[in-house]
């Protein structure tokens, strides 16, 4: 069974890509992120801030693709993200 996560494609007013996620991430639907992500050319914001778990499997794709993203998270996904050190690739705001 595949954890509800809704993944939704935007443009921030500068024109940079913006991907909202909403719900868990883990490893049932990483392929789903990726496939998200790739679709997206250039700089991509992804928007963690309705995001409520987070595993290594996320935390996969996001480090395969660090050079090209910034995140906004919450500080519910603070530890996960710092202990991972993704911070220290990418930009996150909101930590």
């Known amino acids: 069974m ?18 909202t996620a909403v719900g868990e991430i883990d490893m049932t639907n990483t392929e789903a992120l990726a496939d998200a992500l790739d679709a997206t050319h250039g700089l991509v ?7 409520e778990y987070l595993d290594s499997a996320g935390l996969n794709v996001l480090f395969a ?4 993203l910034e995140l906004v998270a919450t500080p519910l996904l603070a530890p996960v993200l710092t202990i ?11 930590l």
Do not use: M
């Open 2 to 19: 595949t954890t509800p996560l809704t993944l939704t494609h935007g443009r921030r007013p500068d024109g940079t890509a913006l991907l």
């Open 45 to 51: 914001l992804l928007d963690l801030t309705g995001v």
């Open 84 to 94: 991972s050190g993704l911070p220290d690739l990418t930009t996150v705001h909101g």
């Open 65 to 68: 693709r660090a050079d090209r």
